[in-house]
């Protein structure tokens, strides 16, 4: 019988908790839509003035995940937390899941997280105040 052995690795000093997945982080990227299950346009550092919605889209590659596993999108500006949405994740070596939030100008963080609140993976964006409108006369 063959012998399997599993290794996790974590941040940080202590001991590693065993990970009830084994669910690999392929890609993941901000963009401004997803279709057809596919990012459309990768958002690199900023997202254009005036964009209203961002999405962050991950792509996993998982052999193995216990019932009822979730992965956690949170979305963080200037250092709060402003939202985050869950997403189930099942066997597959490519599984695709994304969450969009509504943004405003600040620095922004979006994080992946697994049901055990283990980071998974991260993208840092900034959103920028628009022009001041012209005045009148």
């Known amino acids: 019988m ?11 000093s202590g001991s590693a908790a065993a990970q009830d997945h084994d669910c690999v982080v392929r890609q993941f990227v ?3 839509l997803v279709s057809n299950l596919e ?3 990768v958002v690199e550092g900023n ?9 962050g889209f991950a792509r996993l590659d998982c052999t193995q995940v216990r019932a009822g596993e979730t ?3 949170h979305w963080v500006r200037n ?6 949405s869950k997403a189930r994740v099942d066997v597959s070596r490519n599984w695709r ?18 049901s055990d609140g283990r ?14 409108k012209p005045t009148q006369n």
């Open 47 to 55: 997202y254009p003035v005036g964009t209203e919605r961002a999405y």
């Open 97 to 114: 899941i994304w969450s969009q939030s509504r943004i405003f100008p600040g620095e922004w963080v979006l994080q992946l997280k697994d």
């Open 79 to 84: 250092d709060q937390e402003v939202g985050r």
């Open 71 to 73: 992965f956690w999108f």
């Open 2 to 12: 063959p012998l399997i052995l599993t290794v996790a690795v974590a941040a940080g």
């Open 39 to 41: 990012p459309q346009g």
């Open 30 to 32: 901000l963009t401004g």
């Open 119 to 132: 980071l998974q993976a991260e993208r840092r964006f900034s959103v920028a105040e628009p022009p001041p």
